[in-house]
Nanobody, 126 residues
Framework: QVPLVESGGGLVQPGGSLRLSCASSERTFRDDAMGWFRQAPGKDREFVAAITFGSANTYYADSVKGRFAVSRDNAKNMLYLQMRSLKPEDTAIYYC???????????????????WGQGIQVTVSS
């Protein structure tokens, strides 16, 4: 089984909205920090947003702050990314990931996360 599975991607007009979901089958989900990352063609994988295990803290890349919102439902083992005011620059493959340690502003790089979904395409275009 794939431990992390993303859904909700697709094609959207600039200025539109999408909500990505990540379903986790990891037994440690409720104790794990979770994050969203993205990778555009020809670019390195980059941090987008993250949330601590109890949702007490969230973190965002400057490029998405004020437009994206990360949340989780531990009873359902679900992670979400609500995206609004989407721009063509948001076009990328989006990945959810888990971190099996506490999360701080210093642990927001891809190398700080150990389990990954396969990714889902988000395309923002007219």
């Amino acid at each position: 089984q794939v431990p992390l599975v993303e859904s909700g991607g697709g094609l959207v007009q600039p200025g539109g909205s999408l909500r990505l979901s990540c379903a986790s089958s990891e037994r440690t989900f409720r104790d794990d920090a979770m994050g969203w990352f993205r990778q555009a063609p020809g670019k390195d994988r980059e941090f987008v947003a993250a949330i601590t295990f109890g949702s007490a803290n969230t973190y965002y890349a400057d490029s998405v702050k004020g437009r994206f919102a990360v949340s989780r439902d531990n009873a359902k083992n679900m992670l979400y990314l609500q995206m609004r005011s989407l721009k063509p620059e948001d076009t990328a493959i989006y990945y959810c990931a888990s971190r099996h340690r506490f999360l701080t502003p210093a642990t927001l790089e891809p190398s700080d996360f150990s389990s990954w979904g396969q990714g889902i395409q988000v395309t923002v275009s007219s």
